[in-house]
């Protein structure tokens, strides 16, 4: 048997429950959405500590804490029903993989912004 | 840590994901084309993330002394070590959840490998690199004395692992290789890392690699199981076991 040197392999079959291929730019948009909302739990945790009186670093652990489980909740909830639901679930595995990988950044980031605030505030002197 | 070198840190351990991203989308044309790798990626990095940031919850053997949830969730050590557990632990579930049948560990260890060397860069420049040494290849931080580079030998470790798991592809089970190697040498860091020691003279990352050792054992003798099967299946001889034949297939 010959096989013509202009053969492709053949796309592979669709899923049987009929979705369609995840997208790149979709999964893309969805690890955007996922580390943008890490970035602004420590960005309002840092904005409200800024503003309010009394320690600003235990407030601004308080309201980025209370973000990140906001955060943790939405995402993983909206993540699944969306990679589940979703027309590719590119969206939703994005949202998924975001914010896991922001959890993995997003500390040490805080940890930093909560450093400057005591240094700001003058306790290291 | 001052806030520069949170961000220096910060820095490198993005890059790591990225070029460990990057690593695991070049190795695609060993993939089945099948979207559901997503998936196992998701849980695996859910699984790290999670753990890493957990894994050191329960550190003290009096549990009175170990922190609240909230309190390791906000300020507790992370570790690398638990997070490699929980990304492991992570896939699995994931593939028995979405029903990927097919090995994903040759595709996640180069780039584990590779991401780890970039990562610790960060860490080689803002932590305390480890024990004193008096071998003039110690590095002087702030404290003025020269110590053990141990990220350096981690670096190096993590760049000869990426290239030796490179060419050991299709030959052996990639990522149990990684994780035996990377235990192994861990262990051996741990004496100059300068992390406290608690019991035995042991830190708790090499407590923590012996407790982990019978699932290291049990893992690589699934693999060389599997392999005795699909030899004897090659050779034309009946198979060992059809159960397990079932398993390696």
């Known amino acids: 048997m010959t096989v013509s040197p202009n053969w492709t392999p053949p796309e592979p079959p669709r899923p049987a429950d009929g979705k369609q291929p995840i997208r790149p730019g979709r999964m893309w948009t969805g690890i955007g959405l996922a580390l943008g909302a890490h970035l602004l739990t420590i960005l309002v945790g840092w904005i409200v500590a800024l503003t309010m009186s009394g320690e600003a670093a235990f407030t601004f652990l308080t309201v980025a804490a209370i973000g990140q489980v906001v955060l943790a909740i939405a995402a993983l909830v909206a993540g699944t029903i969306l990679a589940v639901r979703g027309r590719d679930g590119g969206i939703g595995l994005g949202i998924i993989i975001g914010w896991a990988v922001g959890m993995i950044i997003s500390p040490v980031i805080g940890f930093g912004v909560c450093v400057s605030l005591v240094d700001s505030q003058g306790m290291f002197g | ?249």
């Open chain 2, 1 to 249: 840590m001052a806030p520069g070198n949170a961000l220096v840190h910060d820095l490198f351990t993005g890059l790591g994901i990225l070029v460990a991203a990057g690593v695991f989308v070049l190795q695609k044309r060993y993939w089945k084309p099948d979207d559901r790798i997503w998936i196992v990626v998701a849980g695996a990095l859910v699984g790290g993330a999670l753990l890493g940031r957990l894994g050191t919850w329960v550190q003290h053997f009096d549990l009175r002394q170990n922190a609240s949830l909230a309190e390791q969730w906000l300020y507790g050590n992370r570790s690398i070590l638990s997070g490699l557990v929980g990304a492991y632990f992570g896939a699995l579930l994931a593939k028995r959840l979405c029903g990927y049948r097919a090995k994903t560990g040759d595709m996640f260890a180069p780039a584990v490998a590779i991401g780890m060397a970039v990562g610790r860069v960060g860490c080689l420049l803002t932590e305390l690199p480890g024990t004193p040494t008096g071998g003039g290849w110690g590095v002087t931080t702030w404290d003025g004395v020269p110590r053990h580079p141990s990220f350096a030998y981690e670096i190096a470790f993590q760049l000869a692992a990426f290239v030796v798991l490179l060419r050991l592809r299709g030959r052996v089970d990639l990522f149990a290789t990684y994780l035996v190697g990377y235990a192994m040498f861990r262990f051996a860091v741990e004496f100059v890392r300068g992390n406290e020691v608690v019991f035995a003279g042991l830190t708790r990352p090499q407590l923590f690699l012996l407790a982990l050792a019978p699932l290291a054992v049990w893992r690589i003798g699934r693999w060389v199981r599997n392999r005795e099967d699909r030899e004897a299946r090659d050779d034309g001889k009946p198979e060992l076991d059809p159960a397990r034949a079932a398993e390696a297939g």
